[in-house]
């Protein structure tokens, strides 16, 4: 049961010292708005700098984090994929770093700007939302992800990770501080949470998601309870970061080897992401071509397939085959398994997308740019393809350079949350004089 937000809850920390930390995070956001964009790319080629220097340590920490998961009762293995970091890995978090270094600064940039009859001087400005709270679960590169951009578009942050991942987080938030020193700028700007022995951040984050006098915005990046919890108990306005549950849909007239290139890629190529495939979805018309091969390719990597009824009887007899029950359709797998189904055309397809889908990704494999242009124009995701992978599905790869999550909402931003995002437009008005 969850707590109405507007109970009190008794918490076992002492409250006082979390106030006082949000206050001088607040203090903080002034002098981040006025701070230029060489000095913000200073910061975060220095923290590029950092990362060089400590990656050993980093990745000694990690594999503590990674025994001790391993262990715990509520291993996952998909989990566990999100947990780890690789050299690979960290120098992908440091390339995010220069990317984010390298772009626009948004803070101050001009949307539009029109002069009315009254000779007042009008223009929409980008200015930073303020104080972001960003929950995460098991995946450190979020943390430097998450601070490059809240830094970059001038916004103070906090950040909590799940215990799994918490000697991985210590270094890094100890390294983000450090840097911030260094450059001579106040480390309150950033708060990095992480368990001790004497408390619990769970209790902590029950008090913080609460507090809209000193948190603007909140960002829930996990799985459904965790977007559930805080969606139901904060009073903070949210970018929600929902679950993926992506589809492929096989037209009939889908490139079939294209759409099996494509489809190997969503599932197996890092299963663990929200912007895997969970569910394909196959045109009966192509089905007998499709499915054998399909199962060869996707069997031979250890897929398992939650196949319905049509596909269970084309596939008789093979490996790795599952009946498809009341949950399996509307199951995030982040793992090697696979829902099949047959449908009849793209209209039932995209029934089932609506049904089932979380408005995350979802992508049309076909020939025919009329089928297309009806499958993108209908589907109702944040990011729709055609003939592409739902892998493409993130800041990085579209050229933001890094994300703070996938934003599944319709308000203020859907998609891959960047810079921009993390900024909103306010009014700035000129003029001579004039009253009203």
């Given at each position: 049961m969850t707590t109405n937000i507007h109970e009190k809850k008794n918490l076992n920390v002492n409250t006082m010292p979390l106030q006082n930390r949000l206050s001088q995070l607040t203090a903080t956001k002034s002098s981040l708005r006025s701070l230029s964009?060489?000095?913000?790319?200073?910061?975060?080629?220095?923290?590029?700098?950092?990362?060089?220097?400590?990656?050993?340590?980093?990745l000694i920490a990690n594999q503590q984090d990674v025994e001790s998961y391993k262990i715990s009762p509520h291993f996952q293995k998909a989990f566990l994929d999100r947990l780890i970091l690789t050299p690979e890995r960290i120098r992908q978090?440091?390339?995010?770093l220069q990317v984010v270094a390298s772009m626009t600064d948004p803070v101050g940039k001009v949307f539009d700007s029109k002069t009315l009859p009254n000779g007042l001087r009008l223009s929409r400005v980008r200015s930073p939302l303020g104080v972001i709270f960003l929950i995460f679960e098991a995946r450190p590169n979020?943390?430097?992800?998450?601070?490059a951009l809240a830094f970059k578009a001038g916004n103070?942050?906090?950040?909590?990770?799940?215990k799994e991942s918490n000697k991985t987080s210590q270094i890094i938030y100890q390294l983000i501080e450090e840097t911030l020193k260094e450059e001579n700028l106040n480390p309150h700007l950033f708060w990095g949470l992480t368990e001790t022995p004497t408390e619990s951040t769970r209790e902590i984050s029950d008090f913080l998601i609460r507090q809209n006098k000193f948190i603007d915005v909140l960002i829930p990046r996990g799985g459904d309870k965790l977007i559930e919890y805080v969606s139901q108990n904060s009073n903070i306005p949210i970018i929600k970061n929902d679950r993926g549950l992506c589809h492929i849909y096989v037209h009939g007239e889908a490139d079939l080897k294209m759409a099996l290139k494509i489809l190997d890629n969503g599932k197996t190529q890092r299963p663990s992401v929200?912007?895997?495939?969970?569910?394909?979805?196959?045109d009966e018309s192509v089905a007998a071509d499709f499915l054998p091969d399909m199962h060869r390719e996707l069997s031979a990597k250890v897929v398992d397939f939650f196949a319905c009824e049509k596909t269970l009887s084309l596939l008789a007899g093979k490996s790795g085959l599952h009946k498809t029950d009341l949950k399996s359709f509307d199951t995030e797998y982040l793992d090697l398994k696979?829902?099949?189904?047959?449908v009849k055309n793209i209209d039932e397809a995209l029934e089932h997308i609506e049904r089932h889908g979380s408005h995350h990704s979802e992508a049309i494999i076909t020939a025919n740019k009329k089928s297309a242009q009806?499958?993108?124009s209908k589907v109702d995701a944040a990011a729709v393809y055609w003939n592409a992978s739902t892998r493409f599905t993130d800041g990085?790869?579209?050229?933001?350079?890094?994300?703070?999550?996938i934003s599944t909402q319709k308000l203020h931003v859907r998609g891959p949350v960047g810079l921009e995002a993390l900024t909103s437009l306010r009014w700035i008005v000129e003029g001579d004089g004039q009253i009203r």
């Open positions: 964009s060489e000095q913000k790319n200073k910061v975060l080629r220095n923290l590029d700098h950092q990362l060089t220097k400590r990656t050993q340590d980093i978090m440091q390339e995010s979020v943390i430097t992800d998450a601070f103070a942050l906090i950040l909590k990770g799940g929200c912007n895997s495939v969970e569910t394909v979805l196959v696979l829902n099949v189904k047959i009806y499958f993108l990085g790869q579209f050229g933001m350079g890094a994300e703070i999550g």
